[in-house]
């Protein structure tokens, strides 16, 4: 996923905090994260006209949920935030209208969505206007697109321009008329238990982000607490773009940043550097944190001999080399040291234990950083909990800022 790196320089932020209009005539665009077990729909921003949708962690924090409708009349859907994508889609059950697939009716009854348009095309690269990844069917004279995953998730479909509608933090609604997205025909591995992605990567001019701006925002709370209600997104001019600056590139449709150093405490690690040059991905759609073998081995080494003699180590099938111990995640490990990336220009991203750790059950937790296996660091969103990640690609300024407000225990 990660290919051809494009020569030009983006700035993150980082920093810590506390804390029916068409949307082509609006600026602002609030997406909330709701945890999947709350029985509350929490109160949200007091601006007017903000555009919403609850995101939802999702089998525990592996990815966060974003509430939309599709299509008219509205249909609401869940689908994971993913700034890694830049194609919004949905699989062949959901689509409501343009969905090719007969023995789907009536649910993809054509009349159920009066807004679904195809794109008709004549040759490829008609289609790669739109995204990558794109042809042209000789059978359908339709733009497909074709999308394979990291961890071997595959999805392929249809093109096709659909309304979307938002609600408003004044209860009312948003609409962003004829947005490109992609219809599923087939999909396999752990995508089938989604419903579909939002692409927040920025493409080109059809992308959702450059629908409402160019810039975006997310925070991340307290992923295990369901009754959390910080977590947001907002797109458009109501981002949050303060804190702490570092530059960042794009490799492929991936936003990338450089890690310089880790340092455990007060003690810098010692690891191959040049393989995080601007190798080093910003993922809301992955949970862990990914590191190269230099590095991971050298962080694992570090963790391991902190805590022997002091919490049981346990083995758990499945977790391959990730170091897990049976305790309390909280109680066991106060006191322990905060890990810190350090970024390019002197920028840090500080993991506490919730962040550096994955609960796994009520008395077992893993580090939440596994070894790369396919070349490619992420920084996953355990490793973002307590943070706000802002980007604003009209000055590609990118940011992070932090310090989400904590939950009372």
Known sequence: ?????????????????????????????????????????????????????????????????????????????LLAMDTGSSLTWLHPHLCTGCNPLANRAPLDD???????????????????????????????????????????????????????????????????????????????????????????????EHSLVSRVGKKFSYCIGN????????????????????????????RHVHYVVSIQGISVGEKKLEFNEQEFYYNVVIDSGSTLTSLKRSAFEALKEEVVNMLDGLIEPVIIEGFGERPCYRGDLVRDLKGFPTVTFHLDEETELSL???????????????MAVVASTNGINIIGVLAQQYYNVGFDLNEMKPNLFGDVKKSPN
């Open 1 to 77: 996923m990660a290919n051809s790196y494009i020569a030009f320089s983006i700035f993150v932020l980082i920093a810590r905090f506390s804390t029916g209009v068409e949307a082509a005539n609006r600026t602002k665009l609030v997406l909330r994260l709701i945890h999947r077990d709350s029985i509350f729909r929490p109160p949200y921003s007091e601006a007017k006209n903000d555009l919403r949708a609850p995101l939802v962690p999702y089998e525990r924090g592996l990815l966060f949920l974003v509430n939309v409708s599709i299509g008219e009349p509205p249909i609401p859907q």
């Open 352 to 366: 506490e234990v919730e962040g550096m750790f994955q609960r796994i059950g009520s008395d077992l937790f893993c």
């Open 223 to 250: 992923i295990s607490d369901p009754y959390y209600m910080y977590n947001q997104l907002i797109l458009g001019e109501g981002a949050v773009l303060e804190g702490e600056s570092t530059r960042l590139g794009i």
């Open 110 to 204: 054509p009349k159920r969505s009066s807004t679904c348009t195809k794109l008709a095309c004549d040759f490829k690269y008609q289609c790669q206007e739109y995204f990558d990844n794109t042809d042209c069917s000789q059978v359908s004279s339709q733009c497909t697109y074709k999308i394979e995953y990291i961890d071997g998730s595959y999805a392929r479909g249809i093109i096709v321009s659909e309304k979307f509608t938002f609600a408003t933090s004044d209860d009312g609604t948003s609409v962003i008329p004829d947005l490109l997205f992609g219809c599923g025909l087939e999909s396999r591995g752990n995508v089938l238990r989604l419903n579909g992605i939002l692409g927040l990567s920025n493409l080109n």
